[in-house]
């Protein structure tokens, strides 16, 4: 079995949101309700930790450092463990969000009903509601494929739209997907 040769087959680029998309995506939440403020701020912090959606999910309040790092530990497969910066905006909106919740730092920070941590089906969801809600009055986000797996590309593709230099972050960035891709764009 080791011997048969693997079928070739060509690999399609990701398809990734622009910058005002991402907004728009975010503004299309309607910040009535715990639930949705919660979904907010999950999507912010997906978008800005660039994260895999499990490492969001199973954030837990005393791995995000809101007082002097501004960091998010996350904590992946194969035990591999990432300290990343937080942005400021992403900063002010934890710490709002953070008084809410119980001051028990080995809680979840996106619970569910039951204080569990919100699971990977449960952030696909929220992300398909957001999108499925801002399509009407975003018509940007008509037609688009938008997964949490996406969302951890958009970040360095707006790095690099911005003028970060393409070879700091190819060596600092551990994802090779990633890395091929703005490899290929640039």
Request: glycine share 6%; net charge positive; with cysteine.
């Amino acid at each position: 079995m080791l011997a048969i040769p693997s079928k070739r087959t060509d690999r399609t680029l990701f398809e990734y949101l622009e910058k005002r998309e991402i907004e728009s995506l975010l503004a299309a939440i309607d910040i009535a309700t715990w639930t949705a403020i919660r979904d907010h701020i999950m999507l912010m912090a997906l978008y800005n930790a660039r994260g895999r959606v499990s490492e969001i999910a199973e954030l837990k309040i005393k791995n995000v450092g809101l007082k002097r790092q501004h960091t998010a530990h996350l904590c992946g497969k194969g035990r591999k463990e990432r300290v990343l910066p937080l942005w400021p905006e992403t900063i002010v909106e934890l710490k709002k969000w953070s008084v809410s919740l119980p001051n028990l730092l080995d809680n979840a920070l996106f619970s569910d009903w039951d204080s569990g941590h919100i699971s990977r089906f449960g952030v696909a969801q929220r992300l398909k509601c957001a999108v499925n809600g801002g399509k009407e009055t975003y018509p940007l986000l008509k037609g688009r494929k938008i997964t949490p797996h996406s969302t951890r590309h958009i970040t360095p593709v707006h790095s690099i739209q911005s003028g970060i230099d393409l070879t700091v972050y190819l060596h600092r960035h551990e994802n090779k997907c990633t890395a091929n891709y703005l490899k290929k764009v640039s």
